[in-house]
C-alpha cells in the first residue's frame, strides 16, 4: 500500500522538547499538506509545501512551527519547546497536482506533559 | 477568513434511516470534498464536486454542489452501523488564476451514530 505514511503514530514530549513529525507522501505526489486537529474540532490548515518549496505557510504559528519538504526524504513538522496548547493530532496530505481531493495519512497524535 | 458552518453538529439515527446534513460558506470555493473520519483515523475521501450544481453519488452516498458555489449537502441512504464516524465537509479556494489552490478549509464535522 503507497498511500501517506506519517509516522510516529503517538508521540509524547514533555514541555520545553522539541517534536519532529514525519511524513512519506503517495508515490509521484509532490504537493504536501499539513493540518492540526483539536479534540472535536475540523482540521485547520497549517502548511502547503511543495519539494523544496513552501506555497503557503498562513496557517503556521510565527513561532515555533517550522515545514520542511526537502528534495529528498519525507517531509517533517517541527515544533520547537512544546507547551500543553500543543497537543494534537497533526495530519499530512498529498496531492498530485494539488487541484483535487487530498489523501491523508492516519496522523500524529502529540501530547504534551 | 474562510468559514464554513456545518449542520446537524450530531445525529443519532436509527439504522436503515437515511440521513442528510450540509454546509455554507460566506465564501465562494472551486471544489467541495466530503470526508469521513474514523477514531484514530485520517479522513478519508467520500466524493469530489467540481462544479457548480454538480450532482454526484458514491454508493449510497449522494453529494451536490450549490449553484451559488457557497454550499453543498451529503446524503447518506439506508444507514448501516459501520456508517459511524465523523462526516466533514471542506472547501478548496479559488486563485486569481481561477485554478483550485492547495488549501482546503473544513466544517466543523457532524457525528453520526447509528442505532443497530
Known amino acids: 500500500n503507497a498511500g501517506v505514511m506519517q509516522n510516529p503514530r503517538h508521540l509524547v514530549r514533555r514541555r520545553g522538547q522539541e517534536a519532529r513529525l514525519r511524513c512519506s507522501p503517495m508515490k509521484g505526489h509532490s504537493h504536501v499538506y499539513w493540518y492540526r486537529q483539536l479534540p472535536e474540532e475540523g482540521l485547520k490548515f497549517m502548511v502547503y509545501l511543495q519539494k523544496e518549496n513552501i506555497i503557503d505557510e498562513s496557517g503556521m504559528p510565527k513561532e515555533r512551527f517550522s515545514a520542511e519538504f526537502p528534495k529528498e526524504g519525507p517531509s517533517i513538522l517541527r515544533i520547537q519547546q512544546v507547551v500543553r496548547g500543543d497537543s494534537a493530532a497533526y495530519f499530512c496530505?498529498?496531492?498530485?497536482?494539488?487541484?483535487?481531493?487530498?489523501?491523508f495519512g492516519s496522523g500524529t497524535r502529540l501530547t504534551v506533559v | 477568513g474562510q468559514q464554513l458552518n456545518q449542520s446537524p453538529q450530531s445525529m443519532f439515527i436509527q439504522e436503515g434511516e437515511d440521513v442528510s446534513m450540509n454546509c455554507t460558506s460566506s465564501s465562494i470555493f472551486n471544489t467541495w470534498l466530503w470526508y469521513k473520519q474514523e477514531p484514530g483515523e485520517g479522513p478519508v475521501l467520500l466524493i469530489a464536486l467540481y462544479k457548480a450544481g454538480e450532482l454526484t453519488s458514491n454508493g449510497r452516498l449522494t453529494a451536490q454542489f450549490g449553484i451559488t458555489r457557497k454550499d453543498s449537502f451529503l446524503n447518506i441512504s439506508a444507514s448501516i452501523p459501520s456508517d459511524v464516524g465523523i462526516y466533514f465537509c471542506?472547501?478548496?479556494?479559488?486563485?486569481?488564476?481561477?485554478?483550485?489552490?492547495?488549501?482546503?478549509?473544513f466544517g466543523q464535522g457532524t457525528i453520526l451514530t447509528v442505532h443497530p
Open positions: 471542506a472547501g478548496q479556494a479559488q486563485n486569481a488564476g481561477g485554478t483550485s489552490y492547495g488549501k482546503l478549509t
Open positions: 496530505a498529498s496531492s498530485l497536482d494539488g487541484n483535487y481531493g487530498y489523501t
